[in-house]
């Protein structure tokens, strides 16, 4: 059973930067694309980031692109999130996600393993 935690959310003040981490409990062996999502109240899942592997592909939404930096430390099961410049808007429950098709995925149906959640809140 694979299992997500996410760590690294908190309360940042506009401008403010944070990281957060996707620790993968077990990994399978053709879990290849890791995933970032956020879901602000009242609003949908929204995709943020993608990164493949092999290949190294990653790809970013047009709302973070430029803000938010996807990356993996392979040996160590994780994945990062590097969210700069926060807005009022960032403020949302973030998500990781694991896919076991390769690709840069962007909708949640592609993905088959989730976290439980990690809480982002942007406010002065």
């Known amino acids: 059973q694979v299992q997500l935690v996410e760590s690294g959310g908190g309360l940042v003040q506009p401008g403010g930067s944070l990281s957060l981490s996707c620790k993968v409990s077990v990994r399978s062996l053709v879990s290849l694309t890791m995933g970032w999502f956020r879901q602000a109240p009242g609003k949908g899942r929204e995709f943020l980031a993608v990164t493949t592997w092999p290949g190294g592909n990653s790809a970013a939404a047009d709302s973070v692109k430029g803000r938010f930096t996807i990356s993996r430390d392979n040996d160590n099961n994780t994945v990062f999130l590097q969210m700069n410049s926060l807005k009022s808007e960032d403020t949302a429950v973030y998500y990781c996600?694991?896919?076991?098709?390769?690709?840069?995925?962007?909708?949640?149906?592609?993905?088959?393993?989730w976290g439980q959640g990690t809480q982002v809140t942007v406010s002065s």
């Open positions: 996600a694991e896919s076991t098709r390769w690709g840069t995925h962007e909708t949640e149906s592609q993905y088959t393993y």
